[in-house]
């Protein structure tokens, strides 16, 4: 998988903006503690699922597999971690996760998963 970030980096990092370039679905976090802050964004390319926080919350629309990811914006990381199997799974303050596999489909062009180097914004 792409280590460009390791999944322990994660901690702490907000979600500043999900969405879909050419075929993949990403999600780009945003570490604020240092000046100018820090941003890495996660691709996925295999399957993937968000577990919403326990409690009442309205769904997003159905019309496309982004809009799944609509509701971990402004979400703040408790912990990320990969299991033996490859899976990556990312889980927030509030209760929501998401866990992308480690295993490719099909369609896999490359990785199931990968992360982009951190880059500064300014």
Do not use: K
């Not at 969405?19 to 990403?26: D, I, T, V």
């Not at 000046?35 to 997003?60: C, H, I, K, M, N």
Request: hydrophobic letters at 35%; proline letters at 7%; one cysteine or more.
């Amino acid at each position: 998988m792409g280590r460009d970030v390791d999944p322990d980096e994660l901690a702490g990092c907000v979600v500043v903006e999900v969405g879909e370039r050419q075929a993949w679905q990403f999600i780009t976090f945003a570490r604020g503690v240092s000046t100018p802050s820090r941003e890495a964004r996660l691709y996925l390319d295999s399957s993937w699922q968000v577990r919403a926080a326990p409690g009442p919350r309205e769904a997003p629309p159905a019309s496309a597999d982004v809009c799944r990811l609509l509701n971990l914006n402004n979400l703040t990381v408790g912990r990320a971690q990969v299991s033996d199997a490859g899976d990556l799974e990312v889980c927030f303050s509030d209760g929501t996760s998401v866990t992308v596999s480690g295993e490719a489909t099909g369609d896999t062009t490359g990785e199931p998963w990968w992360f982009t180097p951190w880059t500064s914004q300014e």
